[in-house]
């Protein structure tokens, strides 16, 4: 059940409208023994006031001079927030009050800024706030599943059983996500090393090789003529490549940033490519299983999880079908139908929904689904890895090859001349 300290008080949401700041304050205990510390609150003597509660005598409160959050620690990820809502549903689960919980989390965290963004929820809590409404202040680390899912369960006093399903799904969608990652990272990172050993060869060695060729008076093979003009443009305007390429890549990012269609494009034209685009179907069938399992799980209307769900599929594609599924559903339909009108979802997809909604247990057979198809990334990332490693040599075989052998073809002509 929730605990007190996680219910609204009166006026909560109205004291909610008021921006909490960090004080820094030093006082003396029931002993008379100094402490200090740092606090969240909405002004200094809201703070003194909570300090004389807990049977401290403030002599000095002053406002952090820096930002409430990321002042000089590492950047807030998801791990940080994964391990956060573990601890914290282990801590509620055997029994320590949610304040008391926030005291130990925080104090245990590595990274500053955690810190900070758990002393400042702990301080809105003390201060009346629900759990909910004091992490819907920080949308960037906590997103509108997270905080509609611990909503849910305050209100159904499941919040421990809704904090340990948030870290699985958590852990679930990062490993994911590292997955995809990982089929990725590989083949960019050879063309990355090829292009960086083709800049030193073109710079530095090919001109050595072509001030040789030059005392030699003899026409040189045509291969060996193109790599040497390439070099000599490549030595001349190295500034115009490194900058177009940098530009390219800087327009193509803020393309796709700033151009919803641009966007809506590339994820569009991702899902057919030969390979990459099964393992983004499958990745996001998983993700659109486990985010809907987990917010069922929860308590949360079909209707109303439809919006997240459509949201964590991390492709426009996806997104549409799942807002119009949602619609649909809305209506009435049920949600094995709109599946199938997708044609987005295999029939294996359907029928373990059509039996969850007839058995009434939808969320087990999401989960399972969820399941089956993160297996399946995995094993396509490396099935992939396995294919890409023979064709990532032969690039690099045919680059740096064809150059080796461009500049040493003069070499062997004039050996079987001689």
Not at 59 to 67: D, L
Not at 265 to 274: E, N, T
Request: charged letters at 20%.
């Amino acid at each position: 059940m929730a605990t007190p300290a996680a219910r609204a008080a009166p006026g909560a949401k109205a004291a909610a409208t008021v921006k909490s700041n960090m004080y820094q304050w030093e006082g003396t205990d029931k002993a008379g023994k100094k402490v200090k510390g740092e606090r969240s609150g909405q002004s200094e003597a809201l703070v003194k006031a909570v300090l004389r509660r807990e049977g401290i005598k403030p002599i000095k409160v002053k406002k952090k001079s820096k930002p409430l959050l990321g002042g000089g620690g590492k950047k807030i990820t998801t791990k940080d927030i994964t391990i956060f809502s573990r601890q914290l549903a282990t801590m509620m689960s055997s029994g320590v009050p949610l304040v008391q919980s926030f005291e130990i989390v925080g104090r245990g965290h590595e990274n500053p800024s955690m810190q900070e963004l758990i002393i400042a929820i702990k301080g809105d809590v003390e201060a009346g706030s629900t759990l909910a409404e004091a992490l819907g202040k920080h949308r960037l680390q906590f997103n509108d599943l997270y905080v509609s899912l611990v909503a849910a369960g305050e209100q159904a006093g499941i919040l421990e059983a809704i904090l340990h399903k948030l870290a699985t799904y958590l852990e679930k969608t990062e490993s994911l996500k590292a997955k995809i990652k990982k089929a990725l990272f590989y083949p960019i990172a050879v063309i990355v090393v090829a292009f960086v050993i083709t800049t030193i060869l073109m710079i530095f060695v090919i001109p050595q090789f072509a001030d040789l060729f030059a005392s030699f008076g003899a026409d040189l093979p045509a291969m060996t003529l193109f790599v040497m003009a390439c070099s000599k443009f490549f030595t001349s305007y190295w500034y115009l490549v490194f900058g177009g390429i940098f530009a390219t890549l800087y327009a193509f990012v803020e393309a796709k940033k700033r151009s919803r269609a641009f966007a809506q494009f590339l994820d569009r034209a991702s899902l057919k490519i030969p390979i990459v685009g099964d393992i983004l179907n499958k990745s996001a069938i998983a993700r659109f299983a486990r985010t809907l399992a987990t917010m069922f799980a929860a308590g949360t209307p079909l209707v109303e999880a439809m919006v997240s769900v459509a949201g964590a599929c991390g492709n426009v594609v996806y997104y549409n079908a799942t807002m119009k599924m949602r619609d649909a559903v809305a209506t009435g339909t049920q949600l094995q139908v709109t599946m199938r009108e997708s044609e987005l979802f295999p029939n294996m997809v359907v029928q373990m929904v059509a039996i969850g909604e007839e058995a009434g247990s939808l969320d087990q057979m999401l989960s399972k689904v969820a399941d089956f198809y993160e297996e399946e990334v995995d094993n396509a990332v490396d099935a992939l890895t396995s294919l890409l490693e023979p064709m990532i040599m032969a690039f690099l075989g045919v680059i740096i090859g064809g150059l080796v052998i461009a500049m040493y073809l003069p070499i062997f002509k004039m050996g079987s001349v001689v």
